[in-house]
Structure formats: C-alpha cells, structure tokens
C-alpha cells in the first residue's frame, strides 16, 4: 500500500521560505510519479510540480517556475523515500493546502486524476 505524509507547512510572511516534506512509502515499481498538488480556498485543486522516473526529471507550473523546486533524497530504497517543495519567494495567492501525490506509469501527468495516491496535505499560508 502506497502512503504518504506531508509535512512543513505554515506561516510565512511574503517575500519568504518554506521547505515541505513528504514520506512516501509502499512504491514497489520502478516507473512512477510523485506530484505536487495545492488547493486554495473556494479554487480546484492545481499540480505545482511533478517528477517522474520516466527521465528522472521534474516539470514545475507557470506560476511557481523559478521559486519552486522539487527534490528528492538519496535513499536507493523505493519502499521509502523523502520528496520535497523548495518554496521561495511565497506570495499571499501561494495560500493553499499542499498535497504530495503519487502514481505508477504517469509520465509527469498535472491531472489529478492520474494520481491514486494522496496524502492528507499541509497548510501553507502566506501573509502579505
């Protein structure tokens, strides 16, 4: 069973940093997805970035591009794994609830709806 666990979300001031965790756990195939998602208040839940094994490389939104970044640690075991959201430059509209999602066979896929696997999500809020 996949799971996943958010961390790191909080208050920031605009203009500042937050850096978001997400354990994720049960990967047991080489070719997968692990996304990141937000949902601010009354909007549809957006993809901010997502990495794929496909090219082992990561694609970002518009609107984070520059301030975002995506990372992974170094452990080999994909049973478990730490994936993380570099947030910089947080603006008031960055306000959401931050997702980590993942998937097997997704090639870097924004759509939600490709993604079996959810965590519980983050608060972040960006105080201007």
């Known amino acids: 069973q996949v799971r996943l666990v958010e961390s790191g979300g909080g208050l920031v001031q605009a203009g500042g940093s937050l850096k978001l965790s997400c354990v994720v756990s049960?990967?047991?195939?080489?070719?997968?997805?692990v996304a990141w998602f937000r949902q601010a208040p009354g909007k549809e839940r957006e993809a901010v970035s997502v990495?794929?094994?496909?090219?082992?490389?990561?694609?970002?939104?518009?609107s984070v591009k520059g301030r975002f970044t995506f990372s992974r640690d170094n452990a080999r075991d994909t049973n478990k794994f730490t994936v993380y959201l570099q947030m910089d430059s947080l603006q008031p509209e960055d306000t959401a609830v931050y997702y980590c999602?993942?998937?097997?066979?997704?090639?870097?896929?924004?759509?939600?709806?490709?993604?079996?696997?959810w965590g519980q999500g983050t608060q972040v809020t960006v105080s201007s």
């Open positions: 049960g990967i047991i195939q080489t070719y997968y997805a």
């Open positions: 999602a993942a998937g097997y066979g997704i090639r870097k896929s924004l759509e939600e709806t490709m993604y079996p696997y």
């Open positions: 990495f794929s094994t496909s090219d082992d490389s990561t694609t970002y939104v518009d």
